[in-house]
């Protein structure tokens, strides 16, 4: 063991061997895996070690296929056997909404490039599995590339072969103490101290210790997961293949050949937590004690799916634990605040993903970005209010026992909830309203009678004329919404200016002024589609700027800020102190202008100033995201509640109504105005979008160079434009194919029905070479073919008179 390593990676499971593999590979050899026992003691010695390239989120599906097509080269470089077996692989429905939801599933995948699966109907896959019973299945889905692998022998591929490259690899060898340093950190381990630039935390069930270690509160808990291992099963002796891996999502199962007999795995209803301050040190190659009992329902379903097990005997019982995070999906990145320590956790599927972690992280730390959007698995889309040992317990809980749950997208899970709430959340409660969530905060989605229950489904809700009221008293009078759910940071000091001109990249407004604002990374993809407030001089000279952008994203975007300041600024997070409601329709000046005697009906269209709204002292910004003459009124947090009440009061005679954010989705797509995570993500360029129109490019910003050669060169091959769908009971959501003809040709980024106008919208990136008003299209809705037709931008009035009038 040297003193000092460029990166020391913790933990010697399949993430952390693969970390340490893909840093050497992009070049970096001086680093060191610190393995407290030997490779694979933890979770990875257990796992299923099941692969598939499908997921819900189409860029960790991507990440996936990656780390399948990465297994086979992987062995042939080490020289490492990993028992690859790709049997290709079932996924099974047994309710119509299920059918229905694999049908629409499978062409998502077709949008992101995973080609090799298919819809099968049941007698097809009975036959592709002859082990399976096909009593009260609808259909399925195949996929080519699945199967399973040996699951110590691929953490030895990736250490191998990373050490080849030069890396190196110390078992035996725990770490007990993480210290900041100012060159990065100093390593304690049970041999001695080594210093590094960068420490990655990929220990698995001993991450949260390896967190605490730095300062850090992860996120994570263990839990336990079950499954058996039969005797030799007679009819598989007879047949010349493997059965494929077969998942029956309504039976809570997965099974896949092991060697003549089969495993079977459970996600049970009734899960359990293990060790949620993170496993002993001695812990290694134990499991828990089996507990048929608590999973019996579960294990009658899989026996009467698969008959033969009920003619043989169990072999083998796994008890064993996975760290999962509150929505399943990795915590991998930098942690803002601890420069140089990065997550590398939570990785339940670590041999389905562990590939597209390692690839990704190595990239973050070498380039200075992933090249994949791994928004999805970023540590920074929670806050410190997931630190809460029972807000982990209840949604890593509620994910592990809705594993193979059907999950609406218009359905709203309990667990972690209410936590964060607006000053008038008791009085907006009595309204009517129906929340929703934003990262910490309850949001409102509409308002409806009392008594109102939602129906979860894949198609239009029974909220939908509760939404089209919404909508059409917006575009007719005066629409109130909460708009808490809007992130604010304060930017001030005497070289805000120059710091904003640099990381922004459109021209900075004048005094009470406002400007939509692109951010770019340094390799010219979208950072951030944010609106930047000049608030003018205070008391003091120096002006104070706004940041507005997503909620969800504060984390996020001051971890940018953070690692992108400069001296003399100072960026200050107004979220827990600030909150607001908007007014948007015909109606609103006249509404505002009830509350103060100040010109605030003179406020120019993009403009803004603080003014006595009632007894209250705001800042209003003249904008709204509706397409409506629109006013944002931004007030204390304690003020909330009051600021509501005057608004309603002063607009009772204007027929004000209050409305929610599922309202503003629908008017926004009859604007055509994109958002963050749909239409801008940090996969997509300006020109690609339509950000490019925003960019001033006189001056210097960050990624400007990217950019310029995107707008001198060939330009982006797709291009964000708006369609117009003849869809009846479904609208488009998000990753829908669309097809000229047979030829795909690109993908639905949003979509929703425009109640003004009275037809279902969507926006797709498309082809340049169907991007042309009036192109006829198709799109998969819900899993069947409508046809499509791109229209002109903005299709409720494009000239946009209605908000600047």
């Given at each position: 063991?040297?003193?000092?390593?460029?990166?020391?990676?913790?933990?010697?499971?399949?993430?952390?061997?693969?970390?340490?593999?893909?840093?050497?590979?992009?070049?970096?050899?001086?680093?060191?895996?610190?393995?407290?026992?030997?490779?694979?003691?933890?979770?990875?010695?257990?796992?299923?070690?099941?692969?598939?390239?499908?997921?819900?989120?189409?860029?960790?599906?991507?990440?996936?296929?990656?780390?399948?097509?990465?297994?086979?080269?992987?062995?042939?470089?080490?020289?490492?056997?990993?028992?690859?077996?790709?049997?290709?692989?079932?996924?099974?429905?047994?309710?119509?909404?299920?059918?229905?939801?694999?049908?629409?599933?499978?062409?998502?995948?077709?949008?992101?490039?995973?080609?090799?699966?298919?819809?099968?109907?049941?007698?097809?896959?009975?036959?592709?599995?002859?082990?399976?019973?096909?009593?009260?299945?609808?259909?399925?889905?195949?996929?080519?590339?699945?199967?399973?692998?040996?699951?110590?022998?691929?953490?030895?591929?990736?250490?191998?072969?990373?050490?080849?490259?030069?890396?190196?690899?110390?078992?035996?060898?725990?770490?007990?103490?993480?210290?900041?340093?100012?060159?990065?950190?100093?390593?304690?381990?049970?041999?001695?101290?080594?210093?590094?630039?960068?420490?990655?935390?990929?220990?698995?069930?001993?991450?949260?210790?390896?967190?605490?270690?730095?300062?850090?509160?992860?996120?994570?808990?263990?839990?336990?997961?079950?499954?058996?291992?039969?005797?030799?099963?007679?009819?598989?002796?007879?047949?010349?293949?493997?059965?494929?891996?077969?998942?029956?999502?309504?039976?809570?199962?997965?099974?896949?050949?092991?060697?003549?007999?089969?495993?079977?795995?459970?996600?049970?209803?009734?899960?359990?937590?293990?060790?949620?301050?993170?496993?002993?040190?001695?812990?290694?190659?134990?499991?828990?004690?089996?507990?048929?009992?608590?999973?019996?329902?579960?294990?009658?379903?899989?026996?009467?799916?698969?008959?033969?097990?009920?003619?043989?005997?169990?072999?083998?019982?796994?008890?064993?634990?996975?760290?999962?995070?509150?929505?399943?999906?990795?915590?991998?990145?930098?942690?803002?605040?601890?420069?140089?320590?990065?997550?590398?956790?939570?990785?339940?599927?670590?041999?389905?993903?562990?590939?597209?972690?390692?690839?990704?992280?190595?990239?973050?730390?070498?380039?200075?970005?992933?090249?994949?959007?791994?928004?999805?698995?970023?540590?920074?889309?929670?806050?410190?209010?997931?630190?809460?040992?029972?807000?982990?317990?209840?949604?890593?809980g509620q994910f592990y026992t809705r594993r193979f749950v059907m999950t609406y997208p218009n359905e709203q899970l309990p667990a972690g909830r209410v936590l964060k709430t607006p000053g008038a959340y008791a009085d907006m409660t009595a309204a009517g309203c129906q929340w929703g969530q934003s990262w910490d905060l309850e949001v409102p989605l509409y308002f409806a009678e009392a008594g109102f229950e939602e129906t979860p489904s894949l198609k239009r809700p029974n909220a939908f004329p509760i939404v089209a009221g919404e909508c059409h008293a917006v575009r007719n009078g005066v629409g109130l919404l909460d708009i808490s759910g809007f992130s604010r940071f304060e930017v001030t000091g005497p070289g805000a200016r120059k710091w904003l001109d640099r990381i922004m990249a459109s021209k900075l407004p004048g005094p009470g002024r406002a400007r939509l604002a692109p951010m770019l990374a340094e390799d010219g993809r979208l950072k951030g589609d944010l609106t930047v407030f000049n608030w003018g001089p205070g008391m003091d000279g120096q002006t104070t700027w706004w940041i507005m952008g997503s909620y969800y994203l504060r984390a996020w975007h001051m971890r940018w800020f953070d690692d992108h300041m400069d001296e003399c600024v100072h960026v200050r997070d107004l979220g827990e102190d600030t909150a607001g409601f908007s007014l948007s329709g015909p109606k609103s000046r006249a509404?505002?202008?009830?509350?103060?005697?100040?010109?605030?009906?003179?406020?120019?269209?993009?403009?803004?100033?603080?003014?006595?709204?009632?007894?209250?002292?705001?800042?209003?910004?003249?904008?709204?995201?509706?397409?409506?003459?629109?006013?944002?009124?931004?007030?204390?947090?304690?003020?909330?509640?009051?600021?509501?009440?005057?608004?309603?009061?002063?607009?009772?005679?204007?027929?004000?109504?209050?409305?929610?954010?599922?309202?503003?989705?629908?008017?926004?797509?009859?604007?055509?105005?994109?958002?963050?995570?749909?239409?801008?993500?940090?996969?997509?360029?300006?020109?690609?979008?339509?950000?490019?129109?925003?960019?001033?490019?006189?001056?210097?910003?960050?990624?400007?160079?990217?950019?310029?050669?995107?707008?001198?060169?060939?330009?982006?091959?797709?291009?964000?434009?708006?369609?117009?769908?003849?869809?009846?009971?479904?609208?488009?959501?998000?990753?829908?194919?669309?097809?000229?003809?047979?030829?795909?040709?690109?993908?639905?980024?949003?979509?929703?029905?425009?109640?003004?106008?009275?037809?279902?919208?969507?926006?797709?990136?498309?082809?340049?070479?169907?991007?042309?008003?009036?192109?006829?299209?198709?799109?998969?809705?819900?899993?069947?073919?409508?046809?499509?037709?791109?229209?002109?931008?903005?299709?409720?009035?494009?000239?946009?008179?209605?908000?600047?009038?």
């Amino acid at each position: 063991m040297n003193s000092h390593y460029r990166v020391v990676v913790i933990g010697g499971g399949v993430v952390g061997a693969s970390v340490l593999y893909h840093l050497a590979k992009l070049g970096w050899t001086d680093v060191c895996l610190i393995e407290r026992s030997v490779l694979t003691a933890g979770s990875s010695w257990h796992a299923a070690g099941g692969i598939h390239a499908l997921n819900a989120d189409p860029n960790i599906a991507g990440l996936q296929a990656y780390t399948i097509d990465l297994l086979s080269e992987i062995e042939a470089e080490s020289g490492q056997n990993i028992g690859l077996h790709m049997t290709g692989g079932l996924t099974m429905a047994g309710t119509p909404d299920r059918w229905e939801w694999l049908q629409s599933a499978y062409r998502t995948f077709q949008s992101i490039g995973i080609e090799d699966c298919r819809l099968v109907t049941t007698e097809e896959a009975v036959a592709l599995n002859p082990i399976m019973s096909g009593e009260g299945l609808l259909g399925g889905m195949w996929a080519d590339r699945e199967g399973y692998i040996d699951t110590t022998g691929t953490v030895h591929a990736y250490a191998g072969a990373a050490k080849k490259r030069g890396a190196e690899v110390i078992e035996h060898n725990r770490v007990l103490e993480l210290n900041q340093t100012l060159e990065g950190w100093e390593v304690v381990t049970e041999k001695g101290t080594v210093s590094c630039e960068h420490v990655v935390n990929a220990a698995g069930l001993w991450a949260k210790q390896v967190g605490r270690m730095a300062g850090i509160e992860l996120p994570v808990s263990p839990l336990n997961h079950h499954y058996l291992i039969s005797d030799t099963i007679p009819q598989l002796e007879e047949l010349d293949f493997e059965v494929p891996m077969t998942v029956d999502l309504e039976g809570f199962t997965y099974l896949r050949q092991d060697q003549k007999g089969v495993l079977l795995g459970i996600y049970e209803i009734n899960h359990q937590h293990w060790m949620m301050d993170g496993a002993p040190w001695e812990y290694g190659f134990e499991l828990q004690q089996e507990d048929p009992d608590r999973i019996e329902h579960e294990l009658t379903l899989g026996f009467n799916r698969y008959p033969c097990l009920q003619e043989v005997g169990v072999k083998t019982w796994v008890n064993g634990a996975f760290t999962f995070s509150p929505d399943g999906n990795p915590l991998v990145g930098p942690v803002r605040g601890k420069r140089g320590y990065w997550s590398a956790c939570a990785v339940m599927a670590g041999f389905l993903q562990g590939g597209g972690v390692g690839k990704s992280l190595a990239e973050w730390m070498i380039h200075g970005t992933p090249e994949a959007d791994v928004y999805g698995m970023d540590i920074a889309r929670y806050g410190v209010w997931a630190e809460n040992k029972q807000y982990i317990k209840e949604t890593t809980g509620q994910f592990y026992t809705r594993r193979f749950v059907m999950t609406y997208p218009n359905e709203q899970l309990p667990a972690g909830r209410v936590l964060k709430t607006p000053g008038a959340y008791a009085d907006m409660t009595a309204a009517g309203c129906q929340w929703g969530q934003s990262w910490d905060l309850e949001v409102p989605l509409y308002f409806a009678e009392a008594g109102f229950e939602e129906t979860p489904s894949l198609k239009r809700p029974n909220a939908f004329p509760i939404v089209a009221g919404e909508c059409h008293a917006v575009r007719n009078g005066v629409g109130l919404l909460d708009i808490s759910g809007f992130s604010r940071f304060e930017v001030t000091g005497p070289g805000a200016r120059k710091w904003l001109d640099r990381i922004m990249a459109s021209k900075l407004p004048g005094p009470g002024r406002a400007r939509l604002a692109p951010m770019l990374a340094e390799d010219g993809r979208l950072k951030g589609d944010l609106t930047v407030f000049n608030w003018g001089p205070g008391m003091d000279g120096q002006t104070t700027w706004w940041i507005m952008g997503s909620y969800y994203l504060r984390a996020w975007h001051m971890r940018w800020f953070d690692d992108h300041m400069d001296e003399c600024v100072h960026v200050r997070d107004l979220g827990e102190d600030t909150a607001g409601f908007s007014l948007s329709g015909p109606k609103s000046r006249a509404v505002i202008e009830k509350l103060t005697d100040a010109a605030v009906g003179d406020l120019a269209f993009m403009g803004c100033d603080s003014f006595d709204i009632g007894l209250l002292r705001c800042k209003v910004g003249r904008l709204s995201v509706t397409g409506e003459l629109g006013y944002e009124i931004h007030c204390r947090t304690g003020d909330h509640a009051t600021l509501r009440r005057i608004l309603l009061e002063a607009g009772a005679d204007q027929g004000i109504r209050e409305v929610g954010f599922n309202a503003l989705l629908s008017l926004r797509l009859e604007k055509s105005f994109g958002i963050w995570n749909a239409e801008f993500t940090q996969g997509y360029t300006p020109g690609m979008t339509g950000m490019d129109r925003w960019i001033d490019w006189d001056k210097n910003f960050t990624g400007k160079a990217a950019a310029l050669a995107e707008r001198n060169g060939n330009g982006p091959a797709r291009r964000l434009v708006t369609l117009e769908i003849a869809a009846d009971d479904a609208d488009a959501s998000g990753y829908e194919p669309v097809w000229a003809g047979k030829d795909k040709v690109g993908f639905v980024t949003s979509g929703g029905f425009g109640h003004t106008i009275g037809k279902s919208l969507a926006m797709a990136l498309v082809d340049v070479a169907h991007c042309a008003e009036g192109t006829d299209l198709s799109v998969h809705v819900v899993g069947v073919e409508k046809n499509a037709k791109v229209i002109a931008p903005s299709p409720y009035d494009p000239a946009g008179r209605a908000m600047r009038t």
